[in-house]
């Protein structure tokens, strides 16, 4: 998962423009202003809400009070967060994935996670590990899908620390193909052909098992 810390620049193209006063703008130091929060309840936004509070603290951040923006791009960059001030990831279109310093540490816990995304992450890891001849292929791997589809699975303040649950239980798989393969073939090695049937009796709970559910790394 990408590391994200500051995105201020997803405020940039729809804050307005920073010296130049155009129709409808004006400064973000003007936003309590009696005029400009009429305007703002006239167009439907919740100056009370978590998510209008959130943008402008961010949009005051970056440009110090000085940017100038107008209603419709603060419209805009509301619905880039949820109810409670979070910001929506556009991959996904949820929320709980962004990353910062300030939830890194909590994201580093075990939690429960759905077995059939146990399931899908086991299935897909051993189907690329026989195609790829147990390569990590970056461009090829369609594991990420089964973080997006475990994550709409599970709740908005677990979904960090379901994606790190689920990392330790991806390593325990590959771990365990590795293993498979060099005992079928003690010469084998990363690229070359798995040996056939090398992972025949291999199962996600045997994985598991054998390893005291996961081999938890913090």
């Known amino acids: 998962m990408p590391r994200i810390t500051d995105y201020s620049f997803l405020f940039k193209p729809m804050s307005g423009i920073k010296k130049t006063n155009i129709t409808g703008s004006f400064k973000l130091s003007q936003i309590n202003s009696r005029s400009i929060q009429s305007q703002l309840k006239a167009a439907g936004i919740n100056t009370n809400s978590k998510q209008y509070k959130t943008v402008i603290k961010k949009m005051m951040s970056d440009g110090n009070g000085e940017m100038y923006t107008n209603i419709q791009s603060i419209k805009n960059l509301m619905k880039s967060y949820d109810k409670?001030?979070?910001?929506?990831?556009?991959?996904?279109?949820?929320?709980?994935?962004?990353?910062?310093?300030?939830?890194?540490?909590?994201?580093?816990?075990?939690?429960?996670?759905?077995?059939?995304?146990?399931?899908?992450?086991?299935?897909?890891?051993?189907?690329?590990?026989?195609?790829?001849?147990?390569?990590?292929?970056?461009?090829?791997?369609?594991?990420?899908?089964?973080y997006t589809n475990m994550y709409h699975k599970v709740k908005k303040n677990d979904r960090l620390a379901a994606g790190y649950t689920m990392q330790q239980y991806e390593r325990s798989y590959r771990k365990a193909f590795l293993a498979a393969a060099r005992k079928a073939d003690p010469g084998w090695d990363i690229g070359k052909p798995v040996p056939a049937g090398a992972l025949d009796g291999i199962t996600r709970e045997s994985v598991e098992n054998l390893t005291n559910s996961v081999d938890f790394k913090i």
């Open 84 to 146: 409670d001030g979070d910001y929506i990831s556009p991959v996904t279109g949820l929320a709980g994935l962004l990353l910062t310093n300030e939830n890194a540490a909590s994201r580093k816990r075990i939690i429960p996670i759905p077995e059939s995304s146990k399931d899908e992450m086991f299935e897909q890891t051993k189907k690329e590990f026989l195609r790829e001849n147990g390569v990590l292929n970056g461009d090829t791997t369609k594991r990420s899908d089964v």
